[in-house]
């Protein structure tokens, strides 16, 4: 069975009252209840993960790598600004990563137009609140059926 595992970063946990005029009413839970239902209904297993850590981000790549995931729809939150660590980390699992964020970056502060994850992902979504996640879902799945 497809496996894939969503991986959210920093402060996501607190999505539903975190700045809801940026990120949105929705809950974390709520989102990772959606991305089951959307996977089952896909014939795939969704694994949802949150940490506010980075090692234990870079921790759960480096499983994916082994546990039999095939694909990562990832929001790595600020880390996405700052983290060579987490990027080296994308590059090594060898899995195709989709980045996600609810917000459309390249509209906001100048340091969040820069994503250092960006260059070694399949592709990006952002700015389209929880949406963001389903078509990051979709897109995962979309590349594991690609035959072109
Ligand atoms: C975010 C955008 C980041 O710049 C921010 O630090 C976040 C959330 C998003 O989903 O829009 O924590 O990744």
Redesign the pocket.
Known sequence: MTSILVLH????NLLGTREPEI?GATTLPEIDAGLRDQGAAAGAQVRCLQSNHEGALIDALQQAATNGTHAVVF????F??TSVALRDAIVACGLPVIEV???N?AA?EEF?RVSLIAPVVVGSI?GFGRDSYRLGLEAALAVLRRTD
């Open positions: 970063g920093p402060n996501l990120y929001n790595a939150g600020g996405t600004h964020h609810l917000s970056v906001r969040r952002a």
